[in-house]
């Protein structure tokens, strides 16, 4: 079964904090993805990542950085934390290749609180 | 630039009926992918059905199926038989090959016993 992991379910930090969120795929997918998902905004991509030490900026970058030193893993870094990024989180994982109409294959969310 | 939209926020089934949830998308090109995600209560998003720009016939899931018209940029959902566990969060979501996933916001789809 594909499976995608992320650290934690739930995290409470404190405005200023540097924050990591890790996601985990095992599925040797070549793409992985960071969203935030707010109420009536659907998902908005953060940033992604096509192969080890690559990324992508995506539609809402600003406040967030990413690492990518292995294949399987994707890290999303607030580098300060601030109240206006209390949001759920969601990582995604898929294949690449011709046309890549490949389906994304989502982690269960980090619901982070910044206070 | 590419937008997908999801114009009703909730929709309410009755179990055993059917339920038609709506997506229009804007696009210019001719080669693209269109999918629905379903995200239940527990938060995980999974796929519920899949439909290639260039295949004229509608992808069809067991229960699921689409109805796609690329001339009218539409990309409906139909659920038959509605089960207590379809009540979840719906996105619609629009790719261009080899591009990002763009989603639209959301239907939240709940299912009367």
């Known amino acids: 079964d594909v499976k995608v992991t992320q650290s934690s379910r739930y995290l409470v930090k404190r405005t200023g904090e540097k924050v990591f969120l890790e996601c985990v795929q095992d599925?040797?997918?070549?793409?992985m993805f960071w969203y935030r998902q707010d109420p009536g905004l659907g998902l908005r991509l953060i940033y992604f990542?096509?192969?080890?030490?690559?990324?992508e900026k995506g539609d809402i970058p600003e406040g967030y950085s990413v690492s990518r030193e292995k294949k399987e893993r994707f890290s999303l870094i607030l580098e300060s934390a601030s109240t206006n990024q209390t949001s759920m989180y969601l990582c995604?994982?898929?294949?690449?290749?011709?046309?890549?109409?490949?389906?994304?294959?989502f982690g269960p969310g980090t619901r982070l609180t910044v206070t | 630039a590419q937008t997908v939209t999801q114009s009703q926020p909730e929709m309410s089934v009755q179990e055993a009926e059917t339920v038609t949830l709506s997506c229009t998308y804007d696009?210019?090109?001719?080669?693209?992918?269109l999918f629905w995600y379903k995200q239940p209560p527990s938060r995980q998003m999974i796929l519920v059905i899949r439909?290639?720009?260039?295949?004229?016939q509608n992808a069809t899931e067991n229960r699921f199926s689409v109805n796609f018209q690329k001339a009218a940029k539409s990309f409906s959902l139909k659920i038959s038989d509605s089960q207590l566990g379809d009540a979840a969060m719906y996105f619609c979501?629009?790719?261009?090959?080899?591009?990002?996933?763009?989603f639209g916001k959301g239907i939240t789809l709940s299912v009367r016993p």
């Open positions: 995604a994982s898929s294949l690449t290749g011709q046309g890549a109409g490949y389906e994304q294959y």
């Open positions: 599925m040797d997918h070549e793409n």
């Open positions: 990542s096509y192969d080890v030490k690559m990324k």
């Open positions: 696009t210019s090109e001719s080669d693209y992918y």
């Open positions: 439909q290639e720009a260039y295949k004229q």
């Open positions: 979501a629009y790719r261009r090959p080899n591009s990002k996933l763009t």
